[in-house]
């Protein structure tokens, strides 16, 4: 059996023009690890109608799943529902069990429920909500593409609201050996052990610690016998090697 | 006159798999707003051969520079110069400058210049070397591709190098008014000044603060004099905005 992909977007012009730096990714990368489905890529873009289109479209085909973030708010770069429905070919509508949600939240609040805010119930027709716990407003799932809010505790909000509906794998496992060598001297013996245990992920990063070169190896792999068999090698290679 | 356009491909399997947050996207993302590139894309994808070559593939043909992260060390995971040389249909062979950099360095600091550090002169044919004032072995630029290594604070050094030999364009400015009303309030009358400067970039970026809902609103252009006249213009419909 093999994992389920996936791709993440993140859409929004405040993270390539180095304004914000994005959190959602490595969060969700967790997350879809701890859950056994292998995120193969992700993707930056900004608030353009035609790159998000364009790159749902490659992502979506590609992938089991596609996870965005960003650009489903009230104002006017937010352009992510308009881009979804349009890449996925259905009409964008105000829908009314969206629009209950966030009537009874600004009734319950005493905000006014106006115009931009009845933007957040624009959903492509066919979609899934998203439960969104914090400020009410959701996300929706369509065919394989989930799209959720960028500001970090609403995404990840909804990431929990999501996940659980998502048929997962086996969940991605590490071990991870720090030696205290540099990369040019373990490079051979830790090639000869990614041959042979081809079906791992073995990766080798390095760091400068008080002048010194050492390398964090960490092993991945989805079967923990297998892992635990190319730890206890690794750790013959190196006997000198930390933890 | 418009900007050259960049994307940022940042390769390796630790930042798809949770383990490791990206630094370099944000730091470049910053640098190239600086000298006036505007980053329009960032892709992250794993150690894999097709996957690296495919997506160096469409983003060079896309953007006047392509800068990449990652995958140039001396181990069996660094496949990068290799996925270049592939992509751009060019060989790939130790070249003797950057060999000869590697032996004064690895003589210099009495280690084996061993098979695994002679790796990192392989540099694909007709490139140019980037400087590494960190750890000696190079980087290099191939046509419009800037190849870097993933550890942060050599791929901040090799930006430092690069970066000089670029033609830039205007610096991205930006200017920022914070509000302290949530986005749905101020989304009208935002919506209308972004039509009104449509030359200029304008972001709202909601947060909750003590309970409260604010909104940054960020002003992003290349001409100083809009960016003041559409910031005066904001402030005077939001009177009571803080800075």
């Known amino acids: 059996m093999t994992n389920p992909t996936a791709a993440i977007l993140i859409i929004g012009d405040e993270i390539l023009s180095g304004r914000t730096r994005d959190a959602n990714m490595h969060f969700l990368a967790g997350e879809l690890a701890r859950i056994g489905v292998d995120l193969r890529e992700a993707r930056f873009v900004p ?44 009409r964008l509508a105000i829908r009314e069990d969206a629009r209950a949600l966030l009537a009874a939240h600004y009734d319950r609040t005493g905000l006014d429920f106006n115009a931009a805010r009845q933007r ?13 716990p914090i400020s009410t407003a959701p996300g929706f799932s369509l065919e394989n593409v989930h799209v959720m809010a960028g500001v970090p505790n609403i995404f990840q909000a909804m990431v929990a609201s999501l996940l659980p509906r998502l048929a997962g ?7 991870t050996l720090r030696i205290d060598q540099g990369e040019g001297v ?13 079906d791992l992920g073995i990766g080798s990063y390095p760091f400068i ?6 390398s964090n190896i960490v092993i991945r792999g989805t079967d923990a016998a297998r892992l635990d068999a190319a730890m206890a090698r690794l750790a013959a290679i190196f006997p000198k090697a930390g933890t």
């Open 209 to 214: 610690q008080n002048g010194a070169h050492g």
């Open 120 to 132: 957040m119930a624009r959903i492509p027709e066919g979609a899934t909500l998203i439960d969104n």
């Open 186 to 198: 373990i490079a051979g013996p830790l090639g000869d052990l990614a041959r042979e245990f081809a």
């Open 47 to 90: 608030d353009r109608h035609e790159a998000i289109i364009s790159a749902v479209n490659d992502l979506r085909s590609g992938h089991d799943h596609l996870f965005t973030s960003g650009g489903i708010g009230p104002t006017h770069d937010d352009i992510t529902a308009d881009a979804i429905a349009a890449a996925l070919g259905v």
């Open 169 to 175: 794998g086996r969940p991605l496992l590490s071990q």
